[in-house]
């Protein structure tokens, strides 16, 4: 089965120390990994992706992310949080089973970051 | 560009009424789709369109309709509301190369039924 794990429901940061939201994967053949934000209120923002390359990926608003492919995951990484990341994150693979390339998203992490 | 647009903000509606959700983009993209986020489970696909007049199921497709007569609009049909279908529900569209891509959410619509 084609699935996406993000197994901490929350993560808890002081400002400036560096940040880590976790994901793991499972898909058949070689994965197309996603992670998008979401603001209070608001709809989902892309921040980056994986396709194929560079297994460390950096994106919007300076996060990063490293894909691990013997680990099966690809975590979202900061070098210095800032209050204003605190937000939902979802981590999402593309399902392999079709032609379309929907996406799986996972259950999510809140990110708290505090002053 | 106005991006992805959903109306209304906020909706309630009594058990076995009907209401479409309204979605449209200005961004000329082939491919667009309906989610439904629920508090721990993440987004779920409900159905999804890869150009004017082509639609498909998603993951949770029942007690919804869809059509696409425009590349623009993106219409969702509830056709018998339940409570189970209490719900953020976000639409979203991506460029050529389809969801494997950037996808551009609209603000979501909150939908409770009573």
């Known amino acids: 089965a084609q699935s996406v794990a993000q197994p901490e429901d929350q993560v808890n940061v002081a400002e400036g120390n560096p940040l880590t939201v976790k994901c793991t994967y499972s898909v058949s053949g070689n994965p197309y990994l996603f992670w998008y934000v979401q603001y209070p209120n608001r709809g989902l923002q892309f921040l980056l992706k994986?396709?194929?390359?560079?297994?460390l990926v950096k994106g919007s608003y300076g996060f990063e992310a490293e894909f691990n492919k013997s680990q099966t995951s690809f975590h979202l990484k900061k070098p210095s949080a800032l209050v204003s990341d605190s937000a939902l994150y979802f981590c999402?693979?593309?399902?392999?089973?079709?032609?379309?390339?929907?996406?799986?998203f996972g259950k999510g992490t809140k990110l708290s970051v505090k002053p | 560009n106005a991006g992805v647009t959903q109306t209304p903000k906020f909706q309630v509606l009594k058990t076995g009424q009907s209401m479409t959700l309204q979605c449209a983009q200005d961004m000329n993209h082939e491919y667009m789709s309906w989610y439904r986020q629920d508090p721990g489970m993440g987004l779920r696909l409900i159905h999804y369109s890869v150009g004017a007049g082509i639609t498909d199921q998603g993951e949770v497709p029942n007690g919804y309709n869809v059509s696409r007569s425009t590349t623009e609009d993106f219409p969702l049909r509830l056709l018998s509301a339940a409570p189970s279908q209490t719900s953020v529900y976000f639409c979203?569209?991506?460029?050529?190369?389809?969801?494997?891509?950037?996808?551009?959410f609209g603000p979501g619509t909150r939908l409770t039924v009573t």
């Open positions: 999402a693979v593309r399902d392999m089973r079709g032609s379309q390339g929907n996406l799986i």
């Open positions: 994986y396709i194929t390359g560079d297994n």
């Open positions: 979203a569209s991506s460029g050529s190369g389809g969801p494997s891509y950037e996808q551009y």
